[in-house]
Nanobody, 120 residues
Framework: QVQLVEAGGGSVQAGGSLRLSCAAS????????MGWYRQAPGKQRELVAT???????NYADSVKGRFTVSRDNPKNTAYLQMNSLKPEDTAVYYC??????????????WGQGTQVTVSS
């Protein structure tokens, strides 16, 4: 069984920074895409940023230039550096991983979520 464990959420004032981390553990053959989604109250879950195993990134327009996604592949860990935070960034942030437990078994996994609250 694979687990994604997130850390680093919290409360910060507008303009501040936070860094999230997500460590994948368990039976992992390879991780394809890894990254972050978020869900604000009353809204659908949305993409924040992802990174492929080759290093290609994908960002939501709303976070470009402020957030940076990165990975430490040997540690099966992803990070999200969030700078210049805005109140509209307030949400539960979920780690996501598209990975293979076995060469022929590809599955999406989600973390438990971590709250990020930005006050004005």
């Amino acid at each position: 069984q694979v687990q994604l464990v997130e850390a680093g959420g919290g409360s910060v004032q507008a303009g501040g920074s936070l860094r999230l981390s997500c460590a994948a553990s368990g039976r992992i053959f390879a991780i394809n895409t890894m990254g972050w989604y978020r869900q604000a109250p009353g809204k659908q879950r949305e993409l924040v940023a992802t990174m492929s195993s080759e290093g290609s990134t994908n960002y939501a327009d709303s976070v470009k230039g402020r957030f940076t996604v990165s990975r430490d592949n040997p540690k099966n860990t992803a990070y999200l550096q969030m700078n210049s935070l805005k109140p509209e960034d307030t949400a539960v942030y979920y780690c996501y991983a598209d990975l293979r437990e076995l060469p022929w078994r590809r599955t999406d996994y989600w973390g438990q979520g971590t709250q990020v609250t930005v006050s004005s």
